[in-house]
Nanobody, 125 residues
Framework: QLQASGGGLVQAGGSLRLSCVVS????????MAWFRQAPGKEREFVGV????????YYADSVKGRFTVSRDSAKNTRNLQMTNLKPEDTAVYFC????????????????????WGQGTLVTVSS
């Protein structure tokens, strides 16, 4: 129901765009978030786009480098990543829910019942 793609190997300073396609009965996604998990670390919030007004919020570590957007025609949410750093290396997951969330809860992974399978991003130095 959530299919993430677009990961790969890139050199530091490079760019990648991840996509998450929504399908199978959960088309009425409200917020969709991106999380990542590096080897040996806990999953962490990256960014989120809300349904109304497409407002976005980001982790401080990616602010100014990553952009979350929505392509309504394709029922897809994208994560554009620029100026990538080796510390961005992780498996990236998209996550969604069908109901809205308070601003304070948007960064909490257990608020999202639907998850994509993850896509690996590796940034070499």
């Amino acid at each position: 129901q959530l299919q993430a793609s677009g990961g790969g190997l890139v050199q530091a300073g490079g760019s990648l765009r991840l996509s998450c396609v929504v399908s199978g009965g959960i088309d009425s996604v409200k917020p969709m978030a991106w999380f990542r998990q590096a080897p040996g670390k806990e999953r962490e919030f990256v960014g989120v786009i809300r349904y109304y007004q497409s407002s976005t919020y980001y982790a401080d570590s990616v602010k100014g480098r990553f952009t979350v957007s929505r392509d309504s025609a394709k029922n897809t949410r994208n994560l554009q990543m620029t100026n990538l750093k080796p510390e961005d290396t992780a498996v990236y997951f998209c996550a969604a829910r069908l109901r809205g969330l308070a601003l304070s809860a948007l960064r909490t992974s257990d608020q999202y019942p639907y998850w994509g399978q993850g896509t690996l991003v590796t940034v070499s130095s």
